[in-house]
């Protein structure tokens, strides 16, 4: 058994995505115990810099990284130094390329480490170009099997992730991601001023995530188009991204601008998730979806597609949300319009999420960090 001084977490950078927020609970958590904290990050840069609990050190290394191996390669020489100078007893990394490049640092520095590799979804779950493919599935089944444990969000992605590096059956550790704790409830009770909140208004159907290919917000949108023809609502997508221009686009085909609000980012989803009576998770696929999680926390009522890897293991196969096919308008308009009609009782749903709770988790990961 390990006994701990010092813990990292490696990160890209501090984007608006749910692996920023879960890495940052996760050091949260971790206050709980006498430790040196870091949260060492290829560039400094992202909504959540000021979301650090404080703490963590903040350690810079300056490196931009992309989707691409080229970029990822810069990261190993500092990150080399970082371990040799600090020598941190454990690194939590997260994210494919900083996880590939978190094993070679590790070996090149030669030093006492402890590597425990995250990863929230497996990579066939990931349409990318078939050269960038063959690339990463090649350097994860090479260099993966090198870390001191894996971690995944779900029993579902473990699984998937054994399958593709050809490892043991329940090898690979599943720790619920961390996600509930007293910050995210007094969040969901700051008020909101907007006029859609308005007593007699119609309801709020709320959407949240990357605007991109994988959260298939398109689908929401028809559905919700579908659902207007039968009655009054209006639809909230949170979240920013490269399909803005298309869903926009959508929106005013379907001749929707009144009804559909596409505001960004925002620091504080769990606002909007305490205003509105249902939460739509339309994904194609996923690791653990965190916004699910945060809904149910918030009492919100829960339509997501059955998609790999999470939504079933968080709403417990369909008695804390409804959940349909992946990509079915008819489907996911009829299950928004169960949840309206026919809601679970906001408690159950708040009592389920804290099987998600920060401390939980951190208590889980911290366990692990000392081998146990």
Known sequence: ????????????????????????????????????????????EGPYLDEIPETVRLINLERKIEDRTQSA?????????????????????????????????KALARVPLRLILLEQMPASSKPTQRVNR?????????????????????????RAFERELNLKPNSIKTIYNPVVDETLMQKAETPIS???????????????????PQKDFSTSIEAFARLREQREARLIILGEGALRGKLEALVKKLGLEGEVLLPGFVKNPYAYMSLARVFVLSSRWEGLPTVLIEAIACGCQIVS???????????????????????????????????????????????????FSVQQSAAQYFKLARGE
């Open 73 to 105: 390669i810069a990261l190993i020489s500092p990150l080399v130094r970082y371990l040799q100078q600090e020598r941190p007893d454990v690194l939590f990394s997260h994210l494919v390329w900083t996880n590939e490049i978190a094993v070679v640092a």
């Open 134 to 158: 063959w690339i990463k599935s090649f350097l994860t089944r090479s260099l993966y099997p090198y870390a001191d444990a894996i971690v995944t969000p779900s029993q579902g992605v473990a």
């Open 194 to 212: 907007h006029p859609w909140r308005a007593e007699g208004e119609p309801p709020i159907i709320l959407s949240a995530g990357r605007l991109a």
């Open 1 to 44: 058994m390990v006994q701990l001084q010092r813990i990292a977490c490696l990160l890209p950078n501090l984007a608006g995505g749910g692996q920023e927020r879960v890495t940052l609970n996760l050091l949260r958590g971790l206050t709980q115990y006498d430790l040196l904290l870091d949260l060492v990050v290829a560039t400094a």
């Open 305 to 355: 597609t059955d998609c790999p890897h999470g939504p079933q293991e968080i709403l417990a196969g369909g008695e804390y949300g409804r959940l349909v096919p992946v990509g079915e308008v008819a489907a996911l308009r009829e299950g928004i319009e169960l949840a309206l009609d026919n809601p679970i009782a906001p408690e159950k749903l708040v009592a389920r999420s804290r099987d």
